[in-house]
C-alpha cells in the first residue's frame, strides 16, 4: 500500500511516500530560521508558513518517490496533537487530495507516529529487521515526554505508563540555552557543549529522583540551572559553560534511560525504542545503549532522521489505520491533545506508582 504522510503539526512542513516499511521519499522543510529570533516557535507564523509550503513540499515527496496522485492508495495526516493553525493547514490539504482522488483518508496522532518511527527503512540504509512488539517507547520531544507500552500499531495498542508533570525534555534544553544565551533550538547546542564538559564539574539536583515513579518533572532541574546561573553569574570562561551543560545533560540522559529501564522491568519488556527530538542527543544515544546493555535490556536508536518530526512516520502510522478499516473522511476532526489516554496530567496529576503486575495495553 503506498500511502502519502502529511505533517504540520507544529514547525515542520513535511511529506512522504511510504510502502509498507519502506520510505521512498520524505521531504521536510524546517521553521527553525522563521522563528529562532523569537526563542520558541510562534503559531500564526507557523501556519502562514505552513500554508506556504505545504504544496510545493508534498509535490516534491510524490516527484521524488516518482510517483503521481493518482498511485497513492491512501492519505494520512496528523490531527493531533499540535497547534490548531498549523494542524488545520494540513488536514484541510489532506482532505482537499482525498476528496478529488476519492482515495481514503486517515487522521494520526503525531506521538503514535513517533512512537513507530524506529520500524521505517530509509532509503541508503542497511536494512533492519522490524522490531516487535510490545516494546516500550520513550518518548522525549521538545512538546512531549512519556513512556509508553507499545504492543502494536494502532492508538488501541499503545497506552502511556507516566509521563512529565511540568516541561518536556526538549523544552527544558531549550529554556536552559535560552537563560544562557546560546540560541535556538537548544537541544543540539547544549548537545555539543556538554560533549566536551565534565558532567561532575557542576552539583545539579536528580529530577524526580522517587525509583518507583514513572513520572518525570524537568523544570526543577531548570531551574537549578538557573539557580547556579544567579549564584555564579553566566558562564564567562567556555569551560564552565561545557560544564554546566555536561551535568544538565548527564541528569536529563540518566533520569529518561533510569525511567525507561523501570518501565521495561515493571512491564517485564526487553527493548526500549527511543523518539522524538531528544532522541537525536548524543549522550542519550551512547551513554542509553551502555546502560541499558549493563541490564540486559536492548535499547533501540532509530536513524536521525526519524527521531524528528518527518511525514514518513506520519503514512506509517496511518497505513495501519487504513487497513484495520480506517477511512476519515468527512469526519477528519483535530485536537491540541493526543489520542492517547494520559495517566500524568501536566502540572501535578496524582503521582504514578508504576504497578508491579505488567499493565496491558488497552
Ligand atoms: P516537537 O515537535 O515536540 O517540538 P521535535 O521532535 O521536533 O519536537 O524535537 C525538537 C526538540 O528536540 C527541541 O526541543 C530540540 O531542542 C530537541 N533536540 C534536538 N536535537 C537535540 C539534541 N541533540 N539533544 C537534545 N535535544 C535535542
Ligand atoms: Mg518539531
Not at 512522504?16 to 523569537?38: K, N, P
Not at 557543549?193 to 565534565?198: K, P, T, W
Not at 546561573?229 to 540518566?254: S, T, W, Y
Amino acid at each position: 500500500m503506498l500511502v502519502l504522510g502529511i505533517e504540520t503539526s507544529c514547525d515542520e512542513t513535511a511529506a512522504a511516500v511510504v510502502s509498507g516499511r519502506h520510505v521512498l521519499s520524505d521531504v521536510i522543510h524546517s521553521q527553525i530560521e522563521l522563528h529562532a529570533e523569537f526563542g520558541g516557535v510562534v503559531p500564526e507564523l507557523a501556519s502562514r508558513d505552513h500554508l506556504k509550503n505545504a504544496e510545493p513540499v508534498i509535490r516534491a515527496a510524490l516527484a521524488r518517490a516518482e510517483v503521481g496522485l493518482t498511485d497513492i492508495d491512501a492519505i494520512a495526516v496528523t490531527c493531533r496533537p499540535g497547534l490548531s493553525g498549523a494542524l488545520l493547514v494540513g488536514t484541510q490539504l489532506a482532505q482537499a487530495l482525498a476528496w478529488s482522488q476519492d482515495k481514503p483518508l486517515v487522521g494520526v496522532d503525531h506521538l503514535v507516529g513517533h512512537l513507530l518511527a524506529v520500524q521505517l527503512e530509509f532509503p541508503g540504509r542497511e536494512p533492519s529487521p522490524a522490531v516487535p512488539f510490545p516494546y516500550v517507547g520513550l518518548l522525549a520531544s521538545g512538546g512531549h515526554t512519556a513512556l509508553y507500552r507499545v504492543d502494536g500499531p494502532l492508538p488501541s495498542d499503545i497506552a502511556e505508563l507516566g509521563g512529565t508533570r511540568d516541561d518536556a525534555a526538549g523544552e527544558a534544553y531549550d529554556k536552559v540555552a535560552k537563560l544562557l544565551g546560546l540560541g535556538y533550538p537548544g537541544g543540539p547546542i547544549v548537545d555539543k557543549l556538554a560533549q566536551e564538559g565534565d558532567p561532575d564539574g557542576v552539583e545539579l539536583s536528580i529530577p524526580m529522583a522517587q525509583k518507583d515513579s514513572l513520572e518525570f518533572s524537568f523544570s526543577g532541574l531548570k531551574t537549578n540551572v538557573m539557580r547556579w546561573v544567579h549564584e555564579h553569574g553566566k558562564p564567562d570562561n567556555d569551560k564552565n559553560l561545557r560544564d554546566l551543560c555536561a551535568a544538565f545533560q548527564r541528569r536529563v540522559v540518566d533520569t529518561l534511560i533510569g525511567k525507561a529501564l523501570v518501565a521495561a522491568e515493571r512491564q517485564s519488556i526487553d527493548t526500549i525504542v527511543l523518539g522524538g527530538g531528544v532522541a537525536a542527543n548524543s549522550e542519550l544515544r551512547l551513554r542509553g545503549v551502555e546502560l541499558c546493555r549493563a541490564r540486559k535490556v536492548r535499547l533501540v536508536v532509530p536513524p536521525f532522521a526519524a527521531c524528528t518530526d518527518n511525514a514518513a512516520m506520519i503514512a506509517y502510522a496511518g497505513a495501519a489505520l487504513v487497513q484495520a478499516g480506517g477511512d476519515d473522511r468527512g469526519r477528519l476532526t483535530i485536537s491540541p491533545k493526543t489520542i492517547l489516554p494520559r495517566l500524568t496530567q501536566k502540572g501535578g496529576g496524582a503521582r504514578v506508582s508504576a504497578s508491579p503486575r505488567p499493565l496491558r495495553a488497552r
